[in-house]
């Protein structure tokens, strides 16, 4: 791919004369400026989309797996600093996000497709800073009147501040200006991601069991929902090799929801109809938040996994962590079993030990991973159930 100088200069012209889309894609257009970016983007493999990209440094970076000692350091310190950017970009996702009142907010993974794509084998991976600003390129910001007057007469002015998402429409038309392949490898690795179909290449450990039965004879306290209970559940999830499908929460996957859920779902369960239809039918499914949701969910009299039952509604993974009372940053996460971990758009549950039982995805269903392997942002009490202390 050749791109000259004047058309770039001419295309950077056209866009940046867009009020809307200036503050969009201005930084991105930055960065696809520098020959480095182009060239050794497209040179890594990325323009076939996503099949063609290393799927090693896919899984490096946006599932965090670990680098073997025998990794070049050179390898190693482009990976660490993508896995970097990563967490730098989860965490101005989520802030941004916050500060949205209505619609859909940045779609993190979405961000990193782009950041990836962008950055990855280049000589100049952005620094945390920079990273916040190629985030904050993704949305304007507007200033909210919050004055009122009192009932004594007193104005008590004050004013908040709103993030507006840009058209990412137009995002991908920008970028498609430049080269056409540059938005199809975007978009292939985005929806590869997004649709849980990528490999994960750390520690993974299977369950030996099978069968569908929920055995609640461990449990401490059928009449609470509780954080020992919990994780009693996801480890019989994670024994029974419970599979992965969107938009389930621990039911028996017959066909007709099979059918239901990929008409719902055409990319994260359509595309997988028939690995889904050959692996998990008849058996147990779950997607990530629908784990702990199908344990809170449970009906221990009559066995069977609700809707939006005990008092735990049905909310995304990030809603469950916005909606957290108790939280942090991983690196404060204390060694209480039951606790959640979560990252933009996932999360699992943590069984002690260093480990984590998560849904992952459709390739590998409910598994047990380390939590040292992960890439988990944060940690969260869950907020639809007690915790009870236990002697690890």
């Given at each position: 791919?050749?791109?000259?100088a004047?058309?770039?200069?001419?295309?950077?012209?056209?866009?940046?004369?867009?009020?809307?889309?200036?503050?969009?894609?201005?930084?991105?257009?930055?960065?696809?400026?520098?020959?480095i970016?182009?060239?050794?983007?497209?040179?890594?493999?990325?323009a076939?989309?996503?099949?063609?990209?290393?799927?090693?440094?896919v899984d490096l970076?946006?599932?965090?797996?670990?680098?073997?000692?025998s990794?070049?350091?050179?390898?190693?310190?482009?990976?660490?600093?993508?896995?970097?950017?990563?967490?730098?970009?989860?965490?101005?996702?989520?802030?941004?996000?916050?500060?949205?009142?209505?619609?859909?907010?940045?779609d993190?993974?979405?961000?990193?497709?782009?950041?990836?794509?962008?950055?990855?084998?280049?000589?100049?991976?952005?620094?945390?800073?920079?990273?916040?600003?190629?985030?904050?390129?993704?949305?304007?910001?507007?200033?909210?009147?919050?004055?009122?007057?009192d009932?004594?007469?007193?104005?008590?002015?004050?004013?908040?501040?709103?993030?507006?998402?840009?058209?990412?429409g137009?995002?991908?038309?920008?970028?498609?200006?430049?080269?056409?392949?540059?938005?199809?490898?975007?978009?292939d690795?985005?929806?590869?991601?997004?649709?849980?179909?990528?490999t994960?290449?750390?520690?993974?450990?299977y369950?030996?069991?099978?069968?569908?039965?929920?055995?609640?004879?461990?449990?401490?306290?059928?009449?609470?929902?509780?954080?020992?209970?919990?994780?009693?559940?996801?480890?019989q999830?994670?024994s029974n090799?419970?599979?992965?499908?969107?938009?389930?929460?621990?039911?028996?996957?017959?066909?007709?929801?099979?059918?239901?859920?990929?008409?719902?779902?055409?990319?994260?369960?359509?595309?997988?109809?028939?690995?889904?239809?050959?692996?998990?039918?008849?058996?147990?499914t779950?997607d990530?938040?629908?784990?702990?949701?199908?344990?809170?969910?449970?009906?221990?009299?009559?066995?069977?996994?609700?809707?939006a039952?005990?008092?735990?509604?049905?909310?995304?993974?990030?809603?469950?962590?916005?909606?957290?009372?108790?939280?942090?940053?991983?690196?404060?996460?204390?060694?209480?079993?039951?606790?959640?971990?979560?990252?933009?758009?996932?999360?699992?549950?943590?069984?002690?030990?260093g480990?984590?039982?998560?849904?992952?995805?459709?390739?590998?269903?409910?598994?047990?991973?380390?939590?040292?392997?992960?890439?988990f942002?944060?940690?969260?009490?869950i907020?639809?159930?007690?915790?009870?202390?236990?002697?690890?």
């Open positions: 791919m050749a791109i000259t004047t058309a770039v200069a001419k295309i950077a012209a056209t866009v940046l004369s867009n009020d809307k889309l200036r503050k969009g894609v201005g930084w991105i257009i930055a960065g696809i400026l520098s020959p970016i182009v060239v050794v983007a497209l040179i890594c493999g990325l076939s989309g996503a099949s063609e990209h290393n799927q090693a440094a970076c946006f599932y965090g797996a670990s680098l073997t000692a990794a070049p350091d050179e390898y190693r310190n482009h990976i660490e600093q993508m896995q970097s950017s990563f967490s730098a970009i989860d965490l101005a996702v989520a802030t941004i996000n916050g500060m949205i009142e209505s619609g859909t907010g940045l993190s993974t979405e961000v990193k497709s782009i950041f990836y794509t962008l950055y990855f084998g280049t000589d100049d991976v952005p620094s945390d800073s920079e990273v916040t600003a190629f985030v904050d390129s993704f949305v304007t910001y507007e200033e909210r009147d919050n004055s009122y007057t009932e004594d007469g007193i104005l008590h002015e004050s004013s908040y501040t709103v993030a507006i998402p840009v058209d990412m137009e995002v991908y038309e920008s970028l498609s200006i430049f080269d056409t392949t540059v938005i199809s490898s975007i978009s690795l985005f929806a590869t991601i997004s649709s849980s179909g990528a994960f290449s750390g520690s993974v450990l369950g030996n069991g099978s069968g569908t039965a929920i055995n609640i004879s461990g449990f401490t306290d059928l009449g609470s929902k509780n954080n020992l209970d919990l994780v009693t559940y996801v480890e999830a994670w090799q419970w599979g992965y499908v969107w938009g389930t929460c621990g039911w028996i996957l017959t066909p007709s929801m099979l059918s239901s859920k990929a008409s719902q779902y055409p990319d994260g369960v359509g595309t997988y109809y028939s690995y889904i239809e050959e692996n998990w039918l008849n058996g147990r779950t990530c938040v629908g784990l702990i949701k199908g344990y809170g969910w449970l009906d221990t009299d009559t066995l069977e996994v609700g809707y039952t005990n008092g735990m509604p049905d909310v995304s993974a990030n809603q469950m962590y916005s909606n957290a009372t108790v939280k942090g940053t991983i690196s404060t996460m204390p060694d209480t079993v039951g606790l959640a971990v979560w990252c933009d758009g996932h999360i699992g549950v943590y069984i002690g030990n480990y984590v039982i998560e849904a992952m995805n459709t390739q590998y269903g409910v598994v047990k991973t380390k939590l040292s392997e992960r890439n942002t944060h940690w969260l009490e907020p639809y159930i007690n915790y009870e202390s236990e002697e690890l």
